[in-house]
């Protein structure tokens, strides 16, 4: 269906300059076609307005302390950037952050909760109480204020000004072939977006749950797209894990059927959207963020949507926001398919580059290979400076001169292990025999010396306690 719909909106809606460099005012046909594809639910846009601000206005010192399902109630923004400009450590900047934030929420929990026991109409308030009491002037609930304050409405949020802005620069370098990559699957090239809000383009961005990339694949829905293991993880590929974030994407689309979704899905699992869509009996995103429960449908997945359309806003007002955000050089290389394997050194002598180029313009590669410690495995698509012709030829000359140096080299006889003799000490329990000991282990008795003498020749006495020293080959 992806194909069918809206590819021939999609490949005239993107003819033209690429839309890592957006004008301000972009034209209305482009802005007909966002607008059909990914439609602002009334319901959504005080979501979007906050998420433009998290992205665009606060900074990274700046925490926001407001209310998680209504977002346009903002309690308060604590602001440490005055502490850092005074050369504060950053570390324990850190530290008084967390200390502040949490005072601060326990005193609008308790703000929120001394105006729920005033009633309908409190007397004498402070002006916190007021100005809270203001943001829920629009709430006719009578525990409007007990449930406000349940710990799961609190919620803080840091700004993301600066990793923002640093990611839209990154992204610059890398959407033209993001976008060619989706057009050629048939998909809306806003869609490469999305890294905006997953990683901030971060190209080592790697989570505590294990996620990595700038698409943050965790490791099995990667290796369903990608080769992900301990010498290749493509995930870390801008390139690659963006071929593998079409094809999920499109996979998606095709089962839920409309965009909102299918971007909610990414952070909350195609499943999982299918679930609020029987569950609500709808697919307008709106409605399922209002009235949608399930029990992991939390504060991420609610807002995944309404972040996406806001990081839409931002990058198309970027120069307003940002300024002039320089992009780096743009991405150039050509491939070569590995027939065998080979070192990352020898591969950078090959390639007339040294191994850290190599390695940076080819992220997937693991610490173990970009170390030397294990070599680039056959089969890699390895990527190679531009204008580095010849690679396959001298890369070929090298294997041949491996294979002449194998069968060149004198075959070693492995020598036979000398069998010597060794001489091992058991002690003889009481009540046996030098001879018994001797013809169990299968050996040949070299001598024995005994506490006690045999008390007859003829005859072979039991020995009390002896040491015996025998003969047995090792």
């Keep these: 269906m992806r194909f069918g719909l809206f590819f021939l909106a999609t490949i005239l809606a993107t003819q033209g300059p690429a839309l890592a460099a957006p004008s301000a005012a972009e034209p209305p046909a482009q802005d007909e076609h966002r607008a059909r594809l990914f439609p602002r639910p009334a319901a959504l846009e005080p979501q979007i307005r906050f998420w433009r601000a998290v992205f665009a206005e606060y900074s990274s010192h700046q925490i926001v302390l407001h209310d998680a399902v209504y977002l346009d109630k903002i309690y308060k923004v604590l602001d440490f950037r005055p502490q850092r400009d005074d050369g504060m450590d950053l570390g324990e900047l850190a530290r008084l952050e967390r200390i502040e934030t949490d005072l601060e929420m326990d005193r609008i929990r308790a703000t929120l909760l001394r105006l729920h026991a005033l009633g309908p109409n409190p007397q004498g308030l402070t002006a916190e109480e007021q100005h809270i009491a203001q943001l829920f002037a629009d709430d006719p609930a009578p525990d409007r204020y007990l449930a406000a304050a349940d710990e799961k409405r609190l919620h803080s949020q840091r700004g993301l000004r600066e990793r923002f802005g640093d990611g839209l620069r990154v992204s610059r370098r ?63 590929d801008p390139i690659s894990s963006t071929h593998a974030a079409a094809q999920f994407l499109g996979r998606v689309y095709d089962s839920l059927e409309t965009w909102p979704l299918t971007i909610t899905a990414y952070n909350h699992g195609p499943d999982g959207m299918a679930r609020a869509v029987d569950e609500t009996g709808t697919s307008d995103i709106g409605t399922i963020v209002r009235e949608y429960h399930g029990r992991a449908f939390g504060f991420a997945s609610r807002n995944f949507y309404a972040e996406f359309l806001a990081a839409l806003d931002v990058e198309r ?95 070693v006889a492995k020598a036979r292990p000398a069998v010597r003799s060794a001489v091992l000490t058991y002690r003889v329990r009481r009540g046996r025999t030098v001879s018994r000991a001797a013809a169990k282990r299968k050996v040949v008795v070299a001598s024995a010396k005994s506490r006690k003498a045999p008390a007859k020749k003829s005859k072979q006495r039991a020995v009390p306690k002896a040491k015996v020293r025998v003969a047995q080959k090792v």
């Design 317 to 411: 007002d970027a120069k307003t926001y940002f300024g002039d955000l320089p992009a780096g050089p743009p991405l150039r290389w050509r491939e070569h398919r590995l027939d065998r394997s080979i070192g990352i050194e020898a591969a950078a002598r090959l390639a007339r580059t040294d191994r850290i180029e190599l390695a940076s313009m080819n992220p997937a590669l693991s610490s173990l290979v970009v170390q030397g410690r294990r070599p680039i495995p056959a089969g890699y698509r390895l990527r190679l400076p531009d204008g580095g012709a010849g690679f396959e030829s001298r890369v070929a000359e090298f294997a041949a001169e491996q294979q002449v140096t194998r069968v060149a080299a004198p075959a």
């Design 174 to 236: 890398y959407l033209p072939e993001m976008e060619r990559i989706f057009r050629e699957e048939g998909l809306p090239v806003e869609l490469t977006r999305l890294p905006l809000i997953e990683s901030c383009f971060n190209l080592e961005a790697y989570s505590k749950v294990g996620a990595a990339g700038i698409w943050q694949f965790m490791p099995a829905t990667g290796r369903r797209f990608m080769r992900v293991d301990h010498l290749v993880d493509e995930r870390r």
